[in-house]
């Protein structure tokens, strides 16, 4: 019986070293200074999905300083982020059934944490992409690229 558990133990952890291993798990910090403290995500191609966790490190509330992470093409980018202003908070200001957007997170407060987990079938290793913070304002600032790499 131990051993099994050990066999077990030992499966798990190489999964999971798999993954940590080809970037398909990423994390990034927003703050109460409107700034995420990563402006690039470089995946792997070989990820079939993408789990990105966002960290609210500040304290404010999300109707003051709510952060949330969207990601599109860059050529979306702008278009998105503006209609995503008019979505409200009730929608997380991502406009709602949007084929541009490709993945988003709600948007979260200080001390909060959320995450969102979206398959790469439809990303390609071309394609430039921008991740960003959709409340009012925060895309001019809070921004970065997405890229697939081998
Ligand atoms: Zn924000």
Known sequence: MKIINIFILLFVSSLSLESIAADC?????G????????KAMTVSAACETITVTL???????????????????????MP?????????????????????????????????TTTVTFSTADLSKGENYTFFCSFPGHYAIMQGSLSLTD
């Open 25 to 29: 798990e990423q994390v990034i910090e």
């Open 31 to 38: 703050n109460d200074a409107l700034q995420f403290n990563s």
């Open 55 to 77: 960290k609210h490190t500040g304290q404010l509330p999300a109707n003051i300083m709510g952060h949330n992470w969207v990601l599109t093409k860059s050529s979306d980018f």
């Open 80 to 112: 998105v982020a503006q209609a995503g202003g008019a979505a409200g908070l009730e929608n997380d200001y991502v406009p709602q059934n949007d084929p541009r957007v490709i993945a988003y997170s709600k948007i979260i407060g200080g001390g909060e």
